[in-house]
């Protein structure tokens, strides 16, 4: 998966304070506001991918942008 494409992904989930980030694409996600913090959530082990594709996508597109900017920052 390139760094566009991880970037489109949708998020699966919201959080409490900012519940329309479900949904929202994971670049646009990233920008917000503690957005690191979910991309953090979703590609940590609390969060459970099993057995379901676009939460599994989520995943790994989260570990991505989360890494892409470890080497930018």
Wanted: proline fraction near 4%; charged fraction near 20%; glycine fraction near 10%.
């Amino acid at each position: 998966m390139t760094i566009e494409a991880a970037a489109t992904v949708l998020c699966p989930v919201g959080s409490t304070q900012n519940p329309h980030w479900a949904g929202m694409p994971l670049g646009e996600v990233a920008k917000q506001t503690n957005g690191e913090r979910m991309l953090a959530y979703l590609s940590g082990e609390q969060f459970n991918a099993n057995g379901d594709h676009v939460r599994q996508q989520a995943k790994e597109a989260a570990r991505l942008l989360i890494s892409q900017a470890e080497k930018v920052g």
